[in-house]
């Protein structure tokens, strides 16, 4: 079960039918940019931004993720430098974030749909 969602959040599966996808697009994590959600699912019309603002929370979630991911490649990166704070970690967290920034939108929302479904009417 915990299998089965965690999978339809990285399809971007509605999360009522589990079949329309939340956001527009061919290729969810491929894509650079700012994702265009449906405000419906296309397939049972389930509503996902419940209200204005409803998505504001996800920032927070989204912020969390990116922490969390400096962190991971700050101690990744550091296996590749004999100075503990080589300076040149820093553009390489920055790549890292910019390339995975589009995806953590996503996962951040996807996140949010499916941890408050439950509350819904
Ligand atoms: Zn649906």
């Not at 969390?64 to 550091?78: D, K, N």
């Amino acid at each position: 079960m915990m299998a089965n969602t965690f999978l339809n959040i990285l399809s971007n599966n509605c999360p009522h039918c589990h079949e329309g996808k939340v956001f527009d697009e061919k290729s969810p994590f491929l894509s650079i940019g700012f994702p265009k959600m449906h405000k419906n699912c296309p397939k049972c019309n389930y509503k996902y931004e419940k209200e204005p603002g409803y998505f504001f929370g996800a920032m927070y979630m989204n912020y969390g993720i990116t922490v969390a991911q400096s962190i991971a490649t700050y101690v990744i990166a550091q296996q590749f430098f004999t100075e503990r704070f080589d300076l040149r970690i820093i553009p390489i967290i920055a790549v890292v974030i910019i390339g995975l920034s589009s995806f953590n939108i996503r996962l951040s929302r996807m996140l949010w749909i499916y941890m408050f479904k439950n509350y819904s009417v």
